[in-house]
């Protein structure tokens, strides 16, 4: 079982940085994929970001050169670092925590941040 808690949403003008930081509480928080996704009024979920457990990084089109996703797992947390920042980034974003045991999945979901961008 893993808990997760997103910090550091808020409102940005236009060009402006956010990081975003998620807490996982539980065991084996390594041997997780950590993923950023977000959803904006009205769409969809969409994955943003991810980072596997060997430290690999991948990116949606729309945030790359923008967004910078990070683990440690010696404090068992993630961060997503914006920069750039655009109105259309603005949505609800959530830390997720994945992995394939056997013939199992776990995905556990933290409760979300709110980014606004806005002048």
């Known amino acids: ?3 997760l808690v997103e910090s550091g949403g808020g409102l940005v003008q236009p060009g402006g940085s956010l990081t975003l930081s998620c807490a996982a509480s539980g065991t084996s928080f390594s041997s997780y994929a950590m993923r950023w996704y977000r959803q904006a009024p009205g769409k969809q979920r969409e994955l943003v970001a991810g980072i596997t457990s060997g430290d690999m990084a991948n990116y949606i089109d729309s945030v790359k050169g923008r967004f910078t996703v990070s683990r440690d797992n010696a404090k068992n947390t993630v961060a997503l670092q914006m920069n750039s920042l655009k109105p259309e980034d603005t949505a609800v ?3 997720n925590a994945f992995r394939v045991f056997g013939y199992s999945a776990y995905n556990y ?4 941040t709110q980014v606004t961008v806005s002048s």
């Not at 979901?109 to 979300?112: C, S, Y």
């Open 109 to 112: 979901w933290g409760q979300g």
């Open 1 to 3: 079982q893993v808990q």
């Open 93 to 95: 974003y959530y830390c």
